[in-house]
């Protein structure tokens, strides 16, 4: 069950960046595929971060996706 919950994410996670990709949004050497598996283990990083250390999860949630998505840029 928990394989097909990450693989839904990753995969529409893909799907998001190809598009971003084909609008020049996003760098065309970054594989989708790839950013979308470390979008995904990212997001469920920083959930478990966040319970671990007590913080909320948007603060931990917006530092890292900030930091990843600053690196798709073109």
């Not at 971003?20 to 989708?32: F, K, Q, S, V």
């Not at 790839?34 to 603060?59: C, F, H, R, W, Y």
């Amino acid at each position: 069950i928990m394989e097909t919950y990450f693989a839904g994410y990753t995969q529409m996670f893909a799907q998001i960046i190809q598009q971003g990709i084909e609008r020049g949004e996003i760098r065309a050497t970054i594989n989708p595929q790839d950013a979308g598996l470390a979008l995904t283990a990212l997001i469920e990083g920083a959930i478990l971060l966040s319970q671990n250390m007590g913080k909320p999860v948007a603060d931990v949630m917006s530092v890292s996706v900030g930091v990843f998505v600053d690196g798709l840029n073109p």
